[in-house]
């Protein structure tokens, strides 16, 4: 099983990997009109239109002005619970790693959405019947041998890629040889049954925006039983969302202010 | 760059001081990174927390404009603590070299200070002589007059108290910078000095950059792996544009470009060929001839012959500053009155570029080449011009991008690198090559009909078709590579008419070899496409070892990757640093290994600086206009008086009518707000690539100014608002970027803010703002003549509502 090292204590928000991400898989731009709150960040959030986003959080260390960096996307969980819950099998943990997905077959039901621990998964509010969007680890490049987009575009090697065991390692041997650099904990390692896109960080996880407090465990052992019982009735409130966006949008069309669309 | 960017890797201390290396050149993090797997230490200096700070493990602030007085204190610091490398200096640097008593320095000025015309007679900054004209010199390096002891009487008022009361630093995190930094000066340590336009834009850029020199040279940083002055450039090929001649005062190489002055050729070799009586000196410039003769030869053929000075009177001799800054006076003033840009868009980039937007419709004609319709070509058109007002005729011609065409590109550790085309340019867009065969081509035809001095055109050697009936940009770089043209005996081996030149050892002045630019003699030394050696790409085993890479790309001069590497060993050629060597003598073979030394000659033979004629690097240096050492001095408007002498800003600068800027400092009363420019890694220069570029607009919108939390909470300003910046020479309103990674300087007993702006922004493209340039002055360094972009007065207030 390949796993994604990001080590964001080498990152230095330069953004390649957002722009490989978008170039490779076909996204759009998002209208911005200034950076979203903390420092340069840009777009605020994940959407349907970018999978994958670099937070900046400026947080004074002992006094002094810092800046950190921390990377979201989809976390490629070796145990998924988006793949349990998906009430039509859309999604699926690949043999390679990369959790992946057949928007042909999905409901819009949203079920994913609420599964992750990671609020991975994004839908296409604008289209009357939304579909699931988000990172596949570049599936079709991983597949035949070669390394995800945002990887290949690194110019700081802060991601690196490889077997899942290698990666956990190699994190290890980085914490271990420079204990002052590093906060003591591989992120992904064990959270939530482990995941396959492992984080370093200099500061703690909570402080880059990553959930805390996640269990050791899948959460799909937590959910399954629950989740399979309502999975019409998400399909409903989300097409019922999907009607709210559509109306907000025409209207804000209307008055000429355009909602977060592609150039 | 003195080394290149792989060597980072060797470095033990990386300072980074007037760059942001991490925003504008990302790929050199990778090789910082492996620096600091091996222990090293990143070190950031800038006014704000930049991500090149967020990178490195130490941040201390610096108020812009005041580098002087940053490595001042270190300099003073490296005495104080005995931390010189007094091996180093005693063998490679003019260290021991006398001064003529006569010089003086006095509450900032240099002697010879003429004020009427803000000049220097320079006659008392040189070294004292013996009869034969070669310099005295003291090895123990204790006279007074020694260079040494000039340089620490000179930064002895560079206390650290004093230091950081004008920097703006608290003292703990400069000292740790002073003793981190110099802690380098032991053999077997090596630290590197990183700068780029946050050094050089500046009213003493220059002698900023001589400040980081000097520091280098008294820790042996000079020479070695993992040490150096760099350069980095701030464009890709900007170091082969420079090359190249790019400015007004130089030929191709670095030589000078010919002045009034210097009516014949025989006048121009007598005044630019340095001469030395030291019979240890290579003092390489005395070649000068060879590369001139051969120069001219590659530019006007057969024409060019040795008894019509190889048609030297044909160049163009300039009698004036012809700098970027004055040129758009000589627009101003009608003297210019026809305009070719080559993907340059001074509307965005310029100093006060309302000025210079204004001066554009003075102009008969301007052909713009570029990618896209720039602001410099619709500046009829611009916002609040009336194109019915100007008559300017613009032409626009599309060029291809750097991937649709081939050639080299020159970085900034001075490789060059062949690149083939990767895809053909969309409609009819073509090759900057293209484009200036075809003009060339046209303007002969023009003068063959006739004209005023018809010959220096119609003669030009042009000769660069290729199979296809299309100039090939080979044929330039073999041309450039040089050639012989005759039947000649070079360096005691034979050589037919059109072979091509090994390197600039075989060139001649007899008018036998042609050769476009003798620094690159030895790039492409065969006929065949595969004799081209910026396109190899050989990788051997050990190559790792110091990382120099000799099979990789081609790099001048003669393949040598470490400038001044002879400086990296003692007398009998043993590295003063084993573990990192660069060059070594083997005695048994009699031979140098590793790095292509600075000169063939064994150890001991020759001076390590072949390039100077006393072959010793300078500490103390004669040829500036400002000063034989760095002294800090205010920026043109600086907030403060200079707490270091008299002289408030740079004593050469004019302020006299006409010559200098076309408006007056602002005050500080007035412009309380210290202010600087500056680029992000999500934008290019003028913007016209990144600002058309959908995903890069989407990271970096609109323009901006950074402006610290104190100053925003003092003003009313919140993150996002708009708010209006504002000098002498114009305003602009962008948003406000509220960060706790501007903070305050405390300096001279007052609290100083600053913010910064990005340039790249102007009124075309998709993404369209205010760029910077409207703010900055049009002041320029008296030597280098590079505008004061970095520091500047402003005011900042919120933008009223709606």
Request: hydrophobic residues 40%; charged residues 20%.
């Amino acid at each position: 099983m390949k796993a994604m090292l990001v080590d964001t204590t080498r990152c230095t928000g330069c953004r390649s990997c957002q722009v490989a991400c978008k170039q490779w898989n076909n996204l759009p731009a998002v209208q911005t009109r200034f950076f979203s709150d903390g420092s340069m960040q840009n777009p605020a959030h994940r959407s349907s239109k970018t999978w994958a986003v670099v937070t900046f959080h400026e947080l004074p260390k002992n006094n002094r002005p810092g800046l950190f960096f921390g990377r979201l996307q989809c976390f490629h969980c070796v145990d998924p619970a988006c793949a349990d819950a998906c009430p039509v099998h859309a999604l699926k943990k690949t043999k390679l790693g990369p959790v992946v997905y057949d928007p042909g077959l999905c409901l819009g039901c949203r079920y994913c959405q609420m599964a992750c621990p990671f609020n991975a998964p994004r839908f296409d509010w604008d289209k009357p019947v939304p579909e699931i969007r988000k990172c596949t680890m570049c599936y079709d490049r991983v597949a035949a041998g070669g390394r995800p987009a945002c990887v290949a575009a690194c110019p700081a090697e802060a991601l690196a890629f490889g077997e899942r065991s290698e990666m956990v390692a190699e994190a290890e041997a980085r914490i271990r040889q420079s204990p002052a650099r590093y906060v003591a904990h591989v992120y992904g390692k064990n959270e939530v049954g482990g995941t396959c896109v492992l984080h370093l960080a200099a500061v703690p996880f909570e402080s880059l925006g990553y959930p805390s407090g996640l269990p050791d465990e899948p959460v799909a052992d937590h959910i399954r039983s629950a989740m399979h019982t309502v999975p019409y009735a998400m399909a409903t409130l989300g097409l019922a969302l999907g009607a709210v966006a559509w109306v907000v949008n025409r209207r804000m069309e209307n008055t000429g202010d355009k909602p977060d669309k592609a150039e | 760059m003195t080394n290149h960017w792989i060597d980072l890797q060797n470095a033990d201390v990386i300072m980074v001081c007037g760059s942001n290396v991490a925003e504008n050149h990302p790929v050199a993090v990778r090789w910082m990174e492996e620096a600091r797997k091996r222990g090293a230490v990143i070190l950031s200096a800038d006014p704000r927390f930049t991500r090149t700070s967020a990178f490195a493990d130490r941040y201390c602030p610096l108020r812009s404009g005041t580098d002087i007085a940053f490595v001042g204190g270190m300099i003073r610091y490296a005495f104080s603590n005995n931390r010189l490398n007094y091996d180093y200096l005693r063998d490679n640097t003019n260290a021991s070299f006398i001064v003529k008593p006569e010089y003086a320095f006095n509450d900032g000025l240099f002697s010879g200070f003429d004020p009427a015309s803000a000049t220097y007679d320079k006659a008392s900054w040189a070294y004292e002589t013996d009869e034969n004209g070669v310099p005295l010199q003291d090895p123990t390096m204790t006279d007074k007059r020694c260079v040494l002891m000039r340089v620490k009487a000179q930064y002895k008022r560079y206390r650290l108290k004093t230091v950081c009361g004008i920097v703006g630093a608290p003292r703990y995190l400069y000292e740790k910078f002073c003793d981190l930094y110099t802690g380098t000066y032991e053999n077997g340590k090596a630290g590197t000095w990183l700068y780029a336009m946050g050094g050089t834009q500046s009213t003493h850029g220059t002698q900023n950059v001589r400040a980081y020199s000097v520091l280098q040279l008294l820790l042996g940083n000079i020479g070695i792996a993992g040490g150096g002055v760099n350069a980095l450039r701030g464009e890709s090929n900007v170091q082969g544009s420079t090359d190249m001649a790019l400015l007004y005062n130089q030929l191709p190489g670095y030589l000078a470009a010919p002045a009034e002055k210097d009516k014949t050729l025989a006048d121009y070799l007598a005044a630019r060929t340095p001469k030395s009586a030291d019979p240890k000196s290579a003092n390489w410039w005395q070649n000068t001839p060879k590369y001139v003769a051969s120069l001219l030869k590659a530019w006007y053929g057969p024409a060019a012959t040795r008894e019509n000075d190889f048609c030297y009177d044909w160049l163009p001799k300039y009698g004036r500053d012809c700098s970027y800054v004055n040129l758009f006076s000589g627009i101003e003033s009608g003297d210019i009155r026809g305009l070719v840009l080559f993907g340059q868009n001074p509307a965005v980039s310029g100093p006060s570029c309302q000025r210079q937007l204004a001066a554009l419709s003075r102009l008969s004609w301007m052909a713009a080449v570029d990618l896209f319709e720039t602001e410099t070509a619709s500046f009829w058109k611009r916002p609040g011009a009336n194109p019915s007002d100007i008559d300017t005729e613009v032409f626009l011609l599309p060029a291809v991008a750097s991937v649709e065409k081939a050639g080299s590109i020159t970085n900034s550790g001075r490789w060059a690198q062949w690149r083939e085309k990767a895809l053909d340019g969309p409609g009819d867009t073509k090759p900057d090559l293209w484009i200036l065969d075809a003009l060339y081509r046209a303007v002969r035809k023009e003068y063959e009909r006739g004209g005023v001095f018809p010959d220096p055109v119609v003669n030009l050697a042009w000769n660069y078709d290729g199979a296809d009936q299309e100039p090939d940009p080979r044929k330039v770089a073999q041309e450039i590579n040089g050639f012989f043209v005759a039947e000649a005996t070079a360096n005691n081996r034979s050589f037919m008419a059109g072979d091509q030149a090994p390197s600039f050892a075989f060139l001649l002045d007899d008018g036998s070899t042609a050769c476009g630019n003798w620094l690159y003699s030895g790039s492409f030394p065969g006929p065949k496409p595969e004799d081209n050696r910026m396109a190899a790409r050989g990788i051997k085993q050990g190559d790792d070892r110091i990382g120099l890479y000799p099979g990789w790309a081609w790099c001048w001069p003669v393949n040598r990757r470490i400038l001044y590497n002879r400086a990296s060993v003692d007398a009998n050629g043993q590295p003063r640093d084993p573990a990192r060597w660069v060059i070594r003598w083997n005695a048994e073979k009699s031979a140098w290994e590793g790095d292509v030394p600075d000169g063939p000659w064994p150890p001991g033979d020759r001076y390590p600086f072949i390039m100077l004629p006393e072959g010793h690097a300078r500490l103390f240096a004669q040829g500036l206009a400002d000063g034989p050492l760095p002294e800090h001095y205010e920026p043109w408007e600086g907030p403060v008086q200079n707490a270091l002498s008299s002289q408030r800003h740079n004593p050469l600068l004019l302020s006299a009518k006409g010559k200098g800027p076309a408006k007056e400092p602002g005050s500080p009363e007035r412009f309380p707000v210290v202010a600087t420019t500056y680029r992000v890694g999500e934008h290019w220069q003028a913007g016209a690539l990144t600002r058309n570029t959908p995903w890069l607009i989407e990271l970096v919108p609109s323009a901006y100014a950074e402006i610290g939390e104190i100053l925003a909470m003092m003003l009313g300003i919140k993150n996002g608002d708009r708010v209006v910046v504002e000098t002498a020479r114009g305003s602009v309103e962008v948003y406000a970027l509220v960060t706790k990674r501007f903070g305050t300087f405390r300096v001279g007993g007052k609290i100083l803010h600053e913010v910064g702006l990005v340039w790249h922004f102007g009124y075309e493209g998709l993404a369209r703002g205010a760029s910077a340039n409207v703010l900055t002055p049009d002041i320029a360094d008296p030597n280098s003549r590079i505008p004061e972009y970095k520091a500047f007065l402003c005011n900042v207030r919120k933008a009223a509502e709606g």
